[in-house]
């Protein structure tokens, strides 16, 4: 799977599907931070805090997505030494889709 973007416009890019690279159709559904073992969430029902276990010494940012040809996943920024780490992990599509800034 790979992170891309594509140039829309002068001033504005476009976020592909890591699944299939449709450019058009890419619906973000949730932010969340953890930060040591809290993970706050943001959705378009609201936010959430759980606890999770932190596979690393810093931060992990997650942007869940669906696609519209099925796909669905997150796209993760992990952060060490000045670097910033994407990764990207499918997930099953959910049942009911609601775009974060739906609400």
């Given at each position: 799977?790979?992170?891309d973007f594509?140039?829309?416009?002068l001033?504005?890019?476009?976020?592909?599907?890591?699944?299939c690279?449709?450019?058009?159709?890419?619906?973000i559904?949730?932010?969340?931070?953890?930060?040591?073992?809290?993970?706050?969430?943001?959705?378009?029902k609201?936010?959430?805090?759980?606890?999770?276990k932190?596979p690393?010494?810093?931060?992990?940012?997650?942007?869940?997505?669906h696609?519209?040809?099925?796909?669905?996943?997150?796209?993760f920024f992990?952060?060490?030494?000045?670097?910033?780490?994407?990764?990207?992990k499918?997930?099953?599509?959910?049942?009911?889709?609601?775009?974060?800034?739906?609400?």
């Open positions: 799977m790979k992170v594509v140039k829309h416009s001033d504005e890019t476009l976020l592909k599907c890591p699944q690279g449709f450019e058009h159709g890419m619906h559904v949730s932010v969340s931070v953890l930060r040591g073992s809290d993970k706050t969430t943001v959705t378009s609201g936010t959430s805090v759980t606890q999770e932190n690393t010494r810093g931060v992990i940012v997650f942007l869940g997505y696609c519209e040809d099925g796909h669905a996943g997150e796209i992990k952060f060490h030494k000045g670097s910033v780490y994407v990764e990207h499918s997930l099953p599509p959910p049942k009911d889709i609601d775009d974060i800034w739906r609400s």
